[in-house]
């Protein structure tokens, strides 16, 4: 089973930008679906970004048009690039593999999770 390992968190002003990644380890994401999940202090978590094997994507309303979700060639490595952060952006980000199912994203392995600040 792939286990998933997220990097690239930290401390950032808002305006600023981050780029996670998500390292894919024991297999590739191959076939599977990938998402990016995130959990604000004090609130409900909530689905970021997906991105199919075949490379859609689709993205919450909070996020569209700042941030981007790939993957590289091999299917390796998950990103998230973070661009013009918000305070309100900050939390715990979670990477995730999963399913397509009745065109919901299903996760099914979860990263660690790395924690992303906006402050200035």
């Known amino acids: 089973q792939v286990q998933l390992v997220e990097s690239g968190g930290g401390l950032v002003q808002p305006g600023g930008s981050l780029r996670l990644s998500c390292a894919a380890l024991g297999s590739t994401l191959g076939a599977l679906a990938s998402g990016w999940y995130r959990h604000p202090p004090g609130k409900q978590r909530e689905l970021v970004a997906t991105i199919t094997s075949g490379g859609s994507t689709n993205y919450a309303d909070s996020v569209q048009g700042r941030f981007t979700i790939s993957t590289d060639n091999a299917k390796n490595t998950l990103f998230l690039q973070m661009n013009t952060l918000k305070p309100e952006d900050t939390a715990v980000y979670y990477c995730?593999?999963?399913?397509?199912?009745?065109?919901?994203?299903?996760?099914?392995?979860w990263g660690q999770g790395t924690q992303v600040t906006v402050s200035s």
């Open positions: 995730t593999a999963g399913i397509i199912s009745s065109r919901d994203y299903v996760p099914g392995r």
